[in-house]
């Protein structure tokens, strides 16, 4: 049965793909995105052109933390499933600017959740992250592990998120669930993140910035996978649940770097740095609940994950070089 789906974000790098999907299996999309600048918005404008002109898609440029554009988002639609990815991103620019963080990623989802109160909503999907994990000492990490200690505004705010998720949910009975990304990439990924900015920078022949001795590991999950994962929590009957969603294969800064300078065919120039404040040692997901009751399989290794990032990247690089080079 087809759905009405409102993605916040979903001019971003994941909520672009996910409507791909959503709207290839006929679905109704609402797309909410403030189109910001936390890099440049004619990316976003790229990531959803292709959408523009399908009869099934709306956009709406406007901000979660607006009450009154949600109220009456919610007022003049009947909307099914309310997949929330608007946030503000990165561990890094958190701790430079935490009342923003705080503003967007705390009072924006409770803005929405309060909108969403006596609406038609009857599924609620939140993305946290694998920061609330912040320095776990015991690995792989589990959904119920202790994540009381943040050591990131970020963290802190995702951590939050999932808790304002449990009490909405508890006082609207709207099933919830709660979604720890890992560590995303692929094609449209933000041109901060490491395999996008070590890919233009090795382009360049600029030095890329390495933090540490490269022993940091990261557990890097392909796009396809995570909107596989968001899909299966969707159509999900859980009540309320949280999901570990990554590819449970945790890469080392060092190989990560060796894996792109083999695809790119070009040896990389190192520039050491100390690691940043903020930054956790390792990543490693748990996602035997998601494998169970999800029936989550991630499948890309970072070998042909970086190769379809690479080969993306090289295509955008020649249509539109301004923007990616």
């Known amino acids: 049965m087809n759905k009405t789906i409102l993605v916040t974000g979903g001019a ?130 589990s959904e119920d592990d202790i994540v009381d200690f943040q050591i990131s505004p970020y963290g802190a705010t995702k951590k939050m998120g999932e808790v304002m998720c449990y009490t909405y949910h508890h006082l609207s009975g709207i099933p919830t669930s709660c979604l720890r990304f890992f560590t995303v990439y692929g094609p449209r990924q933000r041109p901060e993140m490491a395999i996008h900015k070590f890919t233009r920078m090795i382009k360049n022949g600029d030095a890329i910035p390495f933090f540490g001795d490269g022993s940091t590991a990261r557990d890097y999950t392909y796009i396809d996978d995570i909107i596989n994962g968001i899909i299966a929590t969707m159509n999900a009957e859980d009540q309320y649940a949280i999901y570990n969603l990554g590819n449970s294969e945790p890469v080392k800064l060092d190989e990560l770097v060796h894996v792109i300078g083999e695809r790119i065919g070009v040896k990389p120039t190192l520039d050491r740095q100390d690691l940043p404040t903020g930054d956790v040692q390792q990543t490693f997901a748990d996602v035997s609940r998601a494998q169970s009751r999800l029936v989550y399989e991630p499948s890309i290794s970072i070998e042909a994950g970086v190769g379809r990032f690479v080969d993306w990247y090289e295509s955008m690089l020649a249509s539109h070089g301004a923007l990616y080079s």
């Open 12 to 141: 971003g790098f994941i909520g672009s793909h996910l409507i791909d999907r959503l709207l290839d299996a006929d679905n109704q999309i609402i797309c909410l995105d403030n189109l910001n600048d936390y890099y440049n918005p004619l990316i976003k404008a790229l990531n959803q052109s292709a959408h523009l002109d399908h009869e099934n898609y709306t956009f709406i440029k406007g901000d979660i933390r607006d009450a009154d554009l949600l109220t009456e988002l919610f007022k003049n639609n009947d909307v099914d499933v309310v997949i929330h990815l608007a946030a503000m991103a990165g561990v890094r620019p958190s701790i430079e600017d935490p009342v923003l963080y705080t503003d967007v990623n705390i009072n924006g989802t409770q803005t929405l959740l309060e909108a969403m109160m006596g609406s038609s909503v009857k599924k609620f999907v939140f993305a946290s992250s694998s920061s609330v994990y912040g320095n776990n000492k015991k690995t792989p990490f």
